[in-house]
């Protein structure tokens, strides 16, 4: 079983919509968990980072579930430029808090 | 603006040609990693610098080195190429392992 899971996609809405991801971890021990953003050959930017009681950032909510170990990304009102690549993150736990492993992404697709 | 710089952003080289790709900051963060990365796969650590202190992962090929002369650069050696080696490079920092912030990438290409 991989570290970090996702479902590649791709996912493909319309403008407006309501999307989620899903992204589960193996290591129940993993303290801190993110979102990044990736454009088509371009590097990972940083979303969001995942809080215990959930965060909300505009039309973003990321949300964490220690107990089945996934953390959940929500996009609303989806835009033509929200089309890209999203990673989640988890943090190891063999070197600290300083070292992540990254899920391989799902793709969205946003149709006009 | 504070930013992670990687240069170059483009780099062909050929089979078993020694190429070093650098990476700088003005963050002044103490964490930077060299992460690799393939068509649609996940960015993959290579190793990272906590302060000097440096930190291999297991399965990163001999091939593949690294130097931090100090806190802003930090350099990716890789030794003699092979055409698995072609990727995008990706280095990033953070502030002692928290949110780690990339560079753009630099795309190597192996002939």
């Known amino acids: 079983r991989k570290e970090v899971e996702q479902d590649p996609g791709p996912f493909n809405v319309p403008e407006g919509a309501t999307v989620a991801f899903n992204c589960t971890y193996s290591?129940?021990?993993?303290?801190?968990f993110f979102w990044y953003r990736q454009d088509c050959r371009k590097e990972p930017k940083l979303l969001m980072s995942?809080?215990?009681s959930g965060n909300e950032d505009g039309r973003f909510t990321a949300q964490l579930n220690r107990a089945s170990q996934y953390i959940s990304l929500l996009i609303r009102d989806s835009k033509l430029s929200d089309s890209a690549t999203y990673l989640c993150a988890v943090s190891r736990t063999d070197t600290g808090r300083r070292a992540l492993t990254f899920g391989s992404g799902t793709r969205l697709q946003v149709q006009p | 603006d504070a930013m992670v710089i990687q240069n170059p952003r483009y780099q062909v080289t050929q089979f078993g040609k020694p190429v070093t790709l650098s990476c700088s900051q003005t963050l002044n963060h103490n964490v930077m990693y060299w992460y690799q990365q393939k068509s649609s796969q996940a960015p993959k650590l290579l190793f990272h610098y906590y302060d000097k202190d440096f930190n291999n992962e297991a399965d990163t090929p001999d091939n593949f080195q690294s130097r931090r002369p100090n806190t802003s650069f930090c350099f990716l050696d890789i030794r003699s190429p092979g055409l698995g080696d072609a990727a995008m490079y990706l280095c990033?920092?953070?502030?002692?392992?928290?949110?780690?912030?990339f560079g753009p990438g630099t795309r190597l290409t192996v002939t």
């Open positions: 995942v809080y215990s």
């Open positions: 990033a920092t953070s502030a002692s392992g928290y949110e780690q912030y």
């Open positions: 290591n129940s021990a993993s303290q801190s």
